[in-house]
Each structure stands twice: as C-alpha cells, then as structure tokens.
C-alpha cells in the first residue's frame, strides 16, 4: 500500500526549516541545492514543493505572519487603557526580539536581491498591511501612531546589531518603556 503524504503539513514542515537555512548564509547567497541539502531532500523533492527559491520565501514569510499574528492574539489578553494593550505588544515584542530580528535581516536581504532584478515586494507589503491592520484593531490606535510603533520596533532590531551586548536586553526594556510614556501623555 503507498505511504500517504499530506502534502501541505509536509510543506509546511520542509518550510519551518528554511528560515533557519537562509538566515545563515542569506537569501542571495543560498542555492536551491543547498535548502535541499539543508533539509534532507533532493533537489527533485524540493522542486516538487516549491517551484523556486523566491517562492521559498514568499511563502516563508507569509506563513511566519500568519503564524506570528496568530500566536499574538492566542496569548493577549484585552486590556483597556492603550498604555496596557501596548505593554502586551512590546512584551511579546521582546520575548520573540531574536527570531524577529533574524527575520527582519532576512526580509532585508530578500528585498534587496529582489530590487535588484527589478521585480516588485508585493509578499512583505501584504504581510506588512496585515500585520498593520491587526495593530491598530487591538491596540485601538491611529494608523499613524501604529506606524511609528512598528518602526520604532525595526529601529530597536537594528540599533542591537551596532552596540549593546551584555546589556541588551535592559536596553530594549528602557527604550519600549519611554515609548509607552510617551504614548501615554499624547
């Protein structure tokens, strides 16, 4: 009797493991025949899958959305004073500071090598409305203030690749904690 595959469960398998992968050696720097390698399958298999590299990531990154907003709002609890809801998201901001660090050097290097080739991030700019979107909904924010929040979020990723080290983490929970004051007085 043939073995049964669930195909999407294992591509979704096979995809938990590229992030790793390209983070790395970067996305410009990896080949389709090394991501097989990486992940135990032949380059058929992966083909099989995924009929690219960018389509590795695309759907990469919609899946580490999908599953970062979900993961969010399985933990938030509703809070009603804005200064709270806040609290919330920077909390559950700086549990995950690595992983959205890495994948924010990865989105970088992606858009990069797409710009590049001329070809338009529609992928990020989708996963960057939604995540928008669902922002201003529970923290109940002007889009305005929810941008700021988002890269204020980016700049503190960046800024943790220059110069803070042992301190790091003190670092990031002084910089969220004057964001939140100077929310709350606006």
Do not use: N
């Not at 389509?55 to 990154?61: G, K």
């Not at 989708?126 to 890269?151: C, E, K, N």
């Amino acid at each position: 009797m043939p073995k049964i595959v669930d195909r999407d469960r294992y591509r979704k398998e096979l995809l938990s493991q590229c992030l790793g992968l390209f983070a790395e050696q970067g996305y410009g720097s990896t080949t389709m025949r090394q991501i097989a390698q990486g992940l135990g399958v032949s380059t058929g298999t992966l083909y099989h899958y995924f009929p690219s590299k960018e389509r590795i990531l695309e759907q990469l990154v919609e899946e580490l959305c999908e599953q970062g907003i979900a993961d969010f709002f399985a933990q938030a609890p509703v809070a009603e004073a804005m200064g709270d809801r806040l609290r919330v998201v920077i909390t559950f901001f700086v549990e995950h500071f690595r992983f959205y660090q890495q994948q924010l050097l990865l989105w970088i290097d992606f858009h990069q090598h797409q710009q590049r080739k001329g070809i338009e991030q529609g992928v990020l700019q989708g996963v960057w409305r939604r995540t928008h979107a669902q922002m201003v909904t529970y923290l109940q924010m002007p889009s305005a203030q929810v941008d700021f929040i988002l890269v204020f979020m980016d700049g503190l990723m960046l800024q943790c690749l220059y110069d803070h080290g042992e301190g790091e983490a003190d670092w990031v929970a002084q910089q969220t904690e004057l964001l939140i004051g100077l929310l709350d007085r606006s």
